[in-house]
């Protein structure tokens, strides 16, 4: 890691605000080829995918950003320009990453990416080894599987760096299990294992936070045992981070992060989607950014997020003198 990013994670646990965000977000398409229980669900004539002369506006203001996730809560793949992104932002010296849902990452898309410089690959696994039954989250998918297994024999050395994001529903442990343990035997980098928001779908359930926590305890200790890194919430609050989040009322991705929209807006988070900073179009990043809206959101942040179904399990009451200095 090299002196910025560690005083970027420094500031980032200590809730400072950079000059500029460090990370971003865009949302290059909220189009989708999978209609997923778990997924957020958009109004029919609203999928739309960001125009690549828009795309070059916007990456205009972000210089300073390191990383540079391509992902919204749409397939990334389907946009036409997608690779041509990633390349343009790897040209400006940003890292850019994004998920998928694998089914459109063959061989050729595979070597396009990494030739146009792509960073990061996260896949969204849900279930591998069970075919029947029923399915919350992404349906289990050979292609996918393989998809995933060829690129982790074609990429050169640890780049990009491959991952899988997979979610945790009541009466599924055995699928996440199953999925900890397939990225251990194909040498996966890590699995990061998500909460799932209840709120998308009535028929979706979650387990207690105690059974939670020791679902999650055995997913490390199955990690572990097969050499890979398995990170969830259960770990952001072990070791040094208890204290870091010792009162886990504050996300500290909305301190040095942006999500982008396909027109430009500047939103806190994908989940504030229409809680609009500013545009980007219209004021520049910084005027955004360190401007009277976005401060009055981080002092006030448990008016918008205090029900935040994935962030966290409880909060707690902010004193005067706290919402004082968070800005």
Known sequence: MNLNKIISELKRITFVVPRLPVRAQIEVTNRCNLSCKMC???EEGTYKDIAFENFESIMEQLSGIQILDLTSWGEPLLHPNFVE?????????????????GTLLDAKMQKELIDA????IIFSIDVVGRKSGEFFGHPPSKKVLDNLESLLKFREGKTPRVSISTCLYEGFADDLFGVVEYAGMHGVDGVNILRVDIGSSGEIKRYSWEEEQEILKEA???GKKAGIKVW???EAYRGYRK??????YLCPQTYDSIYITHEGDVVPCCKLSKLK???????????????????????NQLDYCGKCDIFKYRYKEW?????NILC
């Open 85 to 101: 992104m990633v390349a343009y932002t790897s040209r400006k010296g940003i890292e850019p990453h994004f998920a998928t849902n």
């Open 232 to 234: 969830s919430m259960f």
């Open 277 to 299: 900073m500013g545009n980007l179009f219209e004021n520049n990043l910084s005027e955004i950014w360190l401007g009277d809206k976005f401060c009055s959101f981080r002092k």
């Open 117 to 120: 410089g792509i960073k990061g």
């Open 243 to 248: 204290w870091v989040y010792r009162d886990r």
């Open 319 to 323: 004193s005067e003198l706290e919402r």
């Open 220 to 222: 490390g200790e199955i």
């Open 40 to 42: 957020l669900k958009l």
